[in-house]
């Protein structure tokens, strides 16, 4: 254990920090820091700290919500810890520091923050710190706990910090059951109306355009993972969920142009943003340029942070709403948008299968499980409980169907579905298409159809 004067996180040479507490972690500070009982519960709080030339900003981004007058706030800005609780204001008002809500610190005529702890504060008066964050002056954004533990939903990081989603160093099914994936390729074609996945992930390892997404279609799923730009012009295609907002993780530039879509979540875009009609609901951080149309709408408690330079119809001379230029802050550095660090795993081999009753061939229907180089199906009504491998090849499920429920595995090809309702989990190289009109796409995870891990099919 460490005393107080010694830092507790590794030297911070930028100018933002995530951090992610454990339980264990916390215990072991609260004795060594303030020396006080522990509360009889421990809150988990991920916060994301970044500063303009003037003001000091710490971001709610998971966890539990804090209530004014049970936490305090240390400023270090060179001479030793000192509360500053009460010089910590709410942007926006409110008593309750919770999700996606923002405290502001102004250091005008002060020296600028070296380090932030966050305590809470138990029915005894005792104090346990769950939370250090450090500032820089400059270069990558350092980390001072483990991100890829305490995050909220997922072990795999933290969606709202922005930090690693995944090492790729544990088994491809544990990332799939413990991140919620239900759909894992290189495209997202969805000609329906909504795909539901509260608290699941898409990653889609190419771009996304409005046209893949029927224009208008809202895919309400909390954690998006995009390896390429994302255009979304015309039309009003929305992504997020609004009941479990996540992460929007997009590893290249942003295009929100004409249509008034709503975006749930935090956004992380790796290149320029450009937005004109959408709706922000939560925080967009740009490693990029920003561009701002005639219409956008920023909610209250959200922000855009950006590195490069910004442009407005102010530029022309034109009228334009002053708090939404209000609203984006200039920062050296962002947190960066990440793409998980896990490939595609190949199939087991054949005898696995064989000696699971796994058959060749054979007609869709319920419970069926079937382990072929592809595999076609064009008639029926409705299928529960399947698992379909097509090992080198297509899965096609077309021609009438009504429902279709299961485990959809495709390493080397694409999953196509044109039916009203499919409900499972989505692995395919090449991407999924669902593409009947009007259909819905709901996240199940894979464990609610293998219940024996022996059983995995990957």
Same mark, same amino acid.
């Given at each position: 254990?460490?005393p107080?004067d010694?830092k507790a996180v590794?030297?911070?040479?930028?100018?933002?920090?995530?951090? $992610? *507490?454990?339980?264990?972690?916390?215990?072991?500070?609260?004795?060594?820091?303030? $020396? #006080?009982?522990?509360? $009889?519960?421990?809150?988990?709080?991920?916060v994301?700290?970044?500063?303009?030339d003037?003001?000091?900003?710490l971001?709610h981004?998971?966890?539990?919500?804090?209530?004014?007058?049970?936490?305090?706030?240390?400023?270090?800005?060179g001479n030793?810890?000192?509360?500053?609780?009460?010089?910590?204001?709410?942007?926006?008002?409110g008593d309750?520091?919770s999700l996606?809500?923002t405290?502001?610190?102004?250091y005008?005529?002060k020296t600028r923050p070296?380090?932030?702890?966050?305590?809470v504060?138990?029915?005894?008066?005792?104090?346990?710190?769950?939370?250090?964050l450090?500032?820089?002056t400059?270069?990558?954004?350092?980390t001072?706990?483990?991100?890829?533990?305490g995050?909220?939903p997922?072990t795999?990081?933290?969606p709202g910090?922005?930090?690693?989603?995944?090492?790729?160093?544990?088994p491809?099914?544990?990332?799939?059951?413990?991140?919620?994936?239900?759909?894992?390729?290189n495209?997202?074609?969805?000609?329906?109306?909504?795909?539901?996945? #509260?608290?699941?992930?898409?990653?889609i390892?190419g771009?996304?355009?409005?046209s893949?997404? &029927?224009?208008?279609?809202?895919?309400?799923?909390? &954690?998006i993972?995009?390896?390429?730009?994302?255009?979304? &012009?015309?039309?009003?295609?929305?992504l997020? $969920?609004?009941?479990?907002?996540?992460g929007?993780y997009?590893?290249?530039s942003? =295009?929100l142009?004409?249509g #008034?879509?709503?975006i749930y979540?935090d *956004?992380y875009v790796?290149g320029?943003?450009?937005? @004109?009609?959408?709706?922000?609901?939560?925080?967009?951080?740009?490693d990029?340029?920003?561009t701002?149309?005639n219409?956008?709408?920023?909610?209250?408690e959200?922000y855009i942070?950006?590195t490069?330079?910004?442009?407005s119809?102010?530029?022309?001379?034109s009228?334009?709403?002053?708090?939404?230029i209000? @609203?984006?802050?200039?920062l050296? =550095?962002?947190?960066r948008?990440?793409?998980?660090?896990?490939?595609?795993?190949?199939? @087991?081999?054949?005898?696995?299968?064989?000696?699971?009753?796994?058959?060749p061939?054979?007609?869709?229907?319920?419970?069926?499980k079937?382990?072929?180089?592809?595999?076609?199906?064009?008639?029926?009504?409705s299928a529960s409980?399947?698992i379909?491998?097509?090992?080198?090849?297509?899965?096609?499920?077309?021609?009438?169907?009504?429902t279709?429920?299961? *485990?959809?595995?495709?390493? @080397?090809?694409?999953v =196509?579905f044109?039916?009203?309702?499919?409900?499972g989990?989505?692995?395919?190289?090449?991407?999924?298409?669902?593409?009947?009109?009007?259909?819905?796409v709901?996240?199940? &995870?894979?464990?609610?159809?293998?219940?024996?891990?022996d059983?995995?099919?990957f």
């Amino acid at each position: 254990m460490r005393p107080m004067d010694e830092k507790a996180v590794s030297e911070v040479i930028g100018v933002v920090l995530l951090i $992610s *507490v454990t339980v264990i972690g916390v215990a072991l500070v609260a004795v060594t820091y303030f $020396s #006080q009982p522990a509360p $009889s519960e421990i809150p988990h709080v991920s916060v994301m700290a970044g500063a303009t030339d003037t003001t000091f900003i710490l971001s709610h981004e998971g966890g539990d919500a804090l209530v004014k007058g049970n936490y305090r706030i240390y400023v270090d800005a060179g001479n030793g810890l000192e509360d500053e609780t009460n010089n910590f204001s709410f942007e926006g008002g409110g008593d309750v520091w919770s999700l996606g809500k923002t405290l502001a610190y102004n250091y005008s005529g002060k020296t600028r923050p070296e380090r932030v702890v966050i305590s809470v504060i138990d029915s005894g008066g005792g104090e346990m710190m769950i939370a250090e964050l450090g500032y820089g002056t400059g270069g990558d954004p350092g980390t001072g706990g483990d991100p890829g533990t305490g995050g909220d939903p997922g072990t795999g990081g933290d969606p709202g910090t922005g930090g690693d989603p995944g090492t790729g160093s544990s088994p491809y099914i544990d990332y799939v059951i413990d991140e919620n994936v239900f759909v894992h390729g290189n495209t997202l074609m969805f000609s329906g109306n909504n795909v539901f996945g #509260q608290g699941a992930t898409i990653i889609i390892t190419g771009g996304l355009v409005a046209s893949d997404l &029927n224009g208008g279609a809202s895919i309400n799923v909390s &954690n998006i993972y995009i390896n390429g730009d994302v255009t979304l &012009n015309g039309g009003s295609a929305s992504l997020g $969920s609004p009941v479990v907002p996540g992460g929007i993780y997009i590893n290249g530039s942003l =295009t929100l142009g004409s249509g #008034q879509r709503h975006i749930y979540g935090d *956004v992380y875009v790796a290149g320029d943003f450009s937005l @004109k009609d959408a709706r922000i609901h939560r925080n967009v951080y740009v490693d990029g340029d920003l561009t701002l149309g005639n219409t956008p709408w920023i909610a209250d408690e959200a922000y855009i942070y950006y590195t490069g330079t910004i442009k407005s119809p102010l530029d022309s001379g034109s009228d334009y709403d002053s708090g939404i230029i209000a @609203k984006c802050i200039k920062l050296e =550095t962002v947190p960066r948008a990440r793409m998980p660090d896990q490939d595609i795993p190949s199939p @087991k081999a054949a005898e696995w299968y064989a000696s699971k009753g796994y058959a060749p061939s054979g007609t869709l229907m319920n419970n069926v499980k079937i382990f072929a180089p592809s595999y076609i199906s064009t008639s029926g009504s409705s299928a529960s409980n399947v698992i379909i491998i097509a090992y080198d090849g297509d899965i096609s499920i077309a021609g009438g169907w009504n429902t279709v429920t299961g *485990v959809f595995f495709a390493p @080397k090809g694409r999953v =196509t579905f044109d039916g009203n309702r499919i409900e499972g989990t989505v692995i395919a190289r090449d991407g999924f298409f669902a593409t009947h009109g009007g259909s819905t796409v709901i996240f199940k &995870n894979i464990k609610e159809y293998i219940t024996d891990p022996d059983d995995y099919p990957f």
